[in-house]
T-cell receptor
Framework: NAGVTQTPKFRVLKTGQSMTLLCAQD?????MYWYRQDPGMGLRLIHY???????AKGEVPDGYNVSRLKKQNFLLGLESAAPSQTSVYFC??????????FGPGTRLTVT | EDKVVQSPLSLVVHEGDTVTLNCSYE??????LLWYKQEKKAPTFLFML????IEKKSGRLSSILDKKELFSILNITATQTGDSAIYLC???????????FGKGTKLSVKP
């Protein structure tokens, strides 16, 4: 099993550009999550999904959109990137009860 | 507002030392508390605690939960340089599996 995978691993964007981060899991998990991690801030939840076709806002959703068209995939979109969105983004997935498994992360820099 | 507080934020020890990391929480609908280890990339799962007073153990690492006093500790005995990492504490507050993370404790183990 590959577990949770994320693409791309690194990306540099200019302010105002858009991009999509892809998360895929092969563990048949119902729940999927997108976090951002900034120095000294810990992990903060952006959006999450409790099943195919459902999404919900987390702690810091502004400037991001998500979609869960297939159970195994969870997409995170930035429509107009801002320097404040420079961060490391982690995807995670889980069953309803149990620990979340994390992907390797995407390092995004917005200049 | 639900919150998770970890202490200390950073710690430097020498190989062979024993360390105790702390995690306190204020969460409305507690379901479980989780510990993760984060080296250079994704957080990896260590323990999930749901019941007070029952120690979870894995090799030199152990953890226990006190639901009355609302805290958990993570102990590492006979530390090694490979234990150097950020240790994250998270609480499942019952809201559709969302985890509330603390800011982490950065542990550095010197040879």
């Amino acid at each position: 099993n590959a577990g949770v995978t994320q693409t791309p691993k690194f990306r540099v964007l200019k302010t105002g550009q858009s991009m999509t981060l892809l998360c895929a899991q092969d563990m048949n998990h119902e729940y999927m999550y997108w976090y951002r991690q900034d120095p000294g801030m810990g992990l903060r939840l952006i959006h999450y999904s409790v099943g195919e076709g459902t999404t919900a806002k987390g702690e810091v959703p502004d400037g991001y959109n998500v979609s869960r068209l297939k159970k195994q995939n969870f997409l995170l979109g930035l429509e107009s990137a801002a320097p404040s969105q420079t961060s490391v983004y982690f995807c995670a997935s889980s069953y309803r009860v149990g620990p979340q498994a994390f992907g390797p992360g995407t390092r995004l820099t917005v200049t | 507002e639900d919150k998770v507080v970890q202490s200390p934020l950073s710690l430097v020890v020498h190989e062979g030392d024993t360390v105790t990391l702390n995690c306190s929480y204020e969460v409305t609908n507690f379901r479980s508390l989780l510990w993760y280890k984060q080296e250079k990339k994704a957080p990896t799962f260590l323990f999930m605690l749901t019941s007070s007073g029952i120690e979870k153990k894995s090799g030199r690492l152990s953890s226990i939960l006190d639901k009355k006093e609302l805290f958990s500790i993570l102990n590492i005995t006979a530390t090694q340089t490979g234990d150097s990492a950020i240790y994250l504490c998270a609480v499942d507050g019952g809201s559709q599996g969302n985890l509330i993370f603390g800011k982490g404790t950065k542990l550095s183990v010197k040879p």
